[in-house]
């Protein structure tokens, strides 16, 4: 069988399909990893195969741009929040609003002429049986129904888009922008447009069962296998720690794209600096170089990978990502959050505290005081770590990667 993958050049969205793209190469199908050329190395790197298709995304010029323009000319930014959750706000107005924003202002730039023609191209002369595409990425179910192939969405995060979708439908309907969108996109290739390019076949969910909306979408749960990249154990981990350890990352895509940070570097050393813990502490040069001084007790590295640091690790301290909370869980950590305002950050935050897991500091009102508290409590009360082990457990009760390979064999037969 021939797979294919798309997804956006980032890194942290890459990570989240390696373990599932390993699954289906150990089982002896083919794989290409399609996205725009920010994101070959990293491909390589992982030991796929990379397929560079369209112009350079940089998302970090992206983001930089975006913060100087208005707010409401941004996808996060604008009046309609695809992330909104309050029913008295979801009227149908608003959730057209959010799609029309989202098509216009998000997706059009991950999926526009160039990078369609490349992998569209790619995808008929290579004729693959089944399309595997991150959530972000419309570039995949099109290249699916133009070159015959089945087509498997994936999460990265909470689902919101079929959570909106549901309410859109819910609410009668009428004028479409994502049908609209998709429809001119198809078109270009002779297909039409139908339900299932929005949502996918079925939706693969790396997230704990607990984060999950009801929606119309039809999951096929997967456990989250932590891959951090290219890793080398450091040779002091293999020493217990003398003191409670606590991590310390304020995410990987943050620090690589948006190029801003949620709160003070300084607050948090000084919270930890009173506390009796070792703090290690994932940070760049640029985001240290805020800070008036670094504690005696905080050891300071540029990059460690969370899945060998976190099973040391008595708390996490980061900013809510799905990659780094999935890391957490994995290995049932407790975890203090201050989550930023992209995408699940927030919500998935919430649904950690509801597990008895987390505790959360609104970044809004981020002080050194708070943070010490917080992460006190989350060290110095039992029940947070019986909880996170509880949501690990759970967390293991989806199949591995490599146990759901044969549904999407049998997708990939049954979809073409």
Not at 35 to 53: H, K, M, R, S
Not at 343 to 356: I, N, P, S
Request: charged share 25%; aromatic share 6%; with cysteine.
């Amino acid at each position: 069988m021939r797979v294919l993958f798309t997804t956006l050049a980032a890194n942290a969205h890459l990570y989240n399909l390696v373990p599932l793209a390993w699954a289906l190469r150990a089982a002896g199908h083919d794989v290409r990893v399609a996205a725009q050329p920010d994101l070959t190395d990293a491909v390589v790197e992982a030991g796929l195969t990379a397929v560079p298709v369209g112009p350079a995304l940089d998302l970090a010029e992206l983001s930089r741009q975006a913060r100087q323009r208005p707010k409401e000319q941004t996808v996060f930014g604008s009046r309609y929040d695809i992330t909104e959750t309050r029913e008295e706000v979801l009227t149908q107005d608003y959730v057209r609003g959010v799609f029309t924003t989202w098509c216009s202002l998000g997706l059009e730039r991950l999926a526009h002429d160039a990078v369609l023609d490349d992998v569209v191209g790619f995808a008929r002369s290579w004729r693959p049986d089944l399309v595997i595409w991150d959530a972000l990425t419309y570039m995949g179910p099109i290249a699916a129904r133009a070159s015959g192939a089945a087509q498997v969405r994936v999460l990265f995060g909470l689902d919101h888009v079929a959570r909106m979708r549901a309410r859109f439908t819910g609410l009668g309907g009428g004028a479409d922008p994502v049908r609209e969108w998709l429809s001119a996109k198809l078109e270009r290739f002779g297909c039409a447009f139908d339900e299932e390019l929005v949502l996918g076949r079925r939706t693969i969910d790396p997230l704990p069962p607990w984060t999950r909306f009801p929606t119309a979408a039809d999951y096929l749960p997967v456990r989250h296998v932590p891959y951090n990249g290219r890793s080398v154990v450091p040779s002091w981990l293999a020493e217990p720690p003398a003191r409670r350890r606590v991590c310390v990352t304020l995410g990987m895509s943050r620090r690589d794209l948006w190029g801003v940070d949620r709160f003070s570097v300084d607050d948090l050393f000084e919270a930890v600096g009173e506390l009796d813990v070792e703090v290690v502490a994932t940070l760049t040069a640029r985001q240290v170089e805020s800070a008036s001084a670094v504690p005696g007790n905080v050891r300071l590295f540029d990059f460690v990978p969370l899945d060998v640091l976190l099973p040391t690790c008595a708390a996490v301290v980061h900013h809510g990502g799905a990659g780094t909370t999935g890391n957490a869980v994995a290995h049932g950590v407790p975890q203090l959050v201050v989550p930023g305002n992209l995408w699940d950050k927030a919500g998935l935050a919430e649904m950690l505290v509801e597990q008895g897991a987390a505790l959360v500091v609104d970044h809004e009102q981020v002080t050194a005081e708070a943070l010490r508290g917080q992460l006190a409590r989350l060290l110095d009360e039992p029940l947070f770590g019986e909880c996170a082990a509880k949501a690990r457990a759970r967390a293991e009760e989806a199949p591995t990667p490599h146990e759901i390979v044969p549904e999407l064999e049998r997708l990939a037969v049954e979809g073409r």
